[in-house]
């Protein structure tokens, strides 16, 4: 049997930890720059405010309802993610990280402490209340799909206390009699289309459909869906998950940036955070991929008329694979210049790092030869040190030490767990 154990509302609830009057009451988080709603306590959706709605729209809303209001705090959600995976761990020593906050659990063979699947469902809802003060449903089935689904119900359905399991063929028909297939796991807008135009609407109208028509709609990947709502096992336990075959980013400014000096600067610094994450899952990068783009919702300054609209885009193939920062800075912002007009104020840029190989990757061309090794053992010290001492304690010199583009955190939380100048007091 396999468990999803997934936590409700995390990153609200993440704030809640700390601030227990809060229980009960409409909490949002906002998004980097403070700009959209990224996420919202379950009171907070009563109120009807939406995800990804700007933050402006809700502000009569805020002051009516006395909604708590949190700029995102990345810090503080990875810690109380990890510790969360930490306790999961303690149930099954076979768990996949899929999020950061839903977790599989392979749960075969450990039972014989607990009365049954649903008593140790509970055990893991009260411990990790207990230790964490977070609320998680566990949804339990033959497979992870089914697992998928049961947590779906166990969030839905308040008379199920936070725990649905599938374990007999009888549970597993009603809760997918009325399930909506749209809501599947792996089911897009485009794929849930196509098969209530042929009247599928349900789980359960799925799982039965001929095997050749779903392999033609919906690929070999919807295949293995429709196996797995059958208690057929195709996706096993990630416990060791596979890199990256990308890592990108695309930050807003948090306002319209006009100049180079200051999207060339964030650029560097974003591609210096994503140059980290390449390096800790022992990657080289054979591809750099840069974007600039206005915002779509500008209006001219005056006459109210909107503006000027730009976009473009510059892929750039290294001469050979490397995760030096160095190198990739000087491709990253060729490109850049190559697509940067003046003009034109800007709103977001993005880096993607493609054609992903192992560390040890190593081919010599006609005409080049490899990739410095010298300057990849620089960057990976600039990588202690920063993890030692802060962020940006060494950087490129095309980083500016105050720039005006970084993100807003009008609303920002004490990094509770993870910062000593932000730790509790206790009076």
Known sequence: MVALVDANSFYTNCHQIFKPDLEGKPVIVLSNRDGNIVARSSRAKQLGIKMGQYFFETKELIDEYEVAVFSSNYELYGDISARLMSILTQFAPDVEVYSIDEAFLQLEEYTSVYPSYGGLAQAIRENVKQWLR????????????????????????????????????????????GFPVEELWGVGGRSASKL?????????????VND??????????????????????????????????????????????????????ALTTHLSRICEKLRKQESLCGTVTVWLRTNPHRKTPGNGLPAKQYSNSVTVRLPHPTSSTLELVKYAESGLKSIFKFG?????????????????????????????????????????????????????????????WPMKQKFVSPRYTTCWEDILEVK
């Open 196 to 208: 209530k135009k042929q009247g599928i609407r349900t789980a359960y109208q799925l799982r039965d």
């Open 134 to 177: 977070l609320p998680v449903g566990v949804g339990i089935g033959p497979t992870k799909t089914l697992a998928k689904v049961a947590n779906r119900l166990a969030k839905t359905n308040p008379e199920l206390n936070g725990v649905c399991v599938l374990e007999t063929q009888e549970a597993i028909e009603e809760a997918l009699w």
């Open 344 to 404: 034109y104020n800007y709103l977001r840029v993005g880096i993607m790092l493609t054609d992903l190989v192992p560390a040890d990757f190593r081919q010599i061309g006609v005409f080049t030869k490899g990739p410095d090794e010298r300057l990849i053992r620089l960057s990976q010290v600039m990588d202690k040190v920063n993890r030692r001492y802060g962020h940006d304690k060494l950087r490129m010199a095309s980083q500016m030490y105050n720039p005006e």
């Open 212 to 265: 050749d028509w779903i392999r033609s709609t919906m690929t070999v990947n919807g295949l293995r869906l429709v196996y797995e709502l059958r208690g057929l096992p195709c996706k096993l336990l990630e416990v060791n998950p596979p890199p990256r075959k990308s890592i990108c980013t695309e930050p807003g400014f948090g306002k319209v940036i006009p100049d180079l000096d200051n999207i060339t600067d």
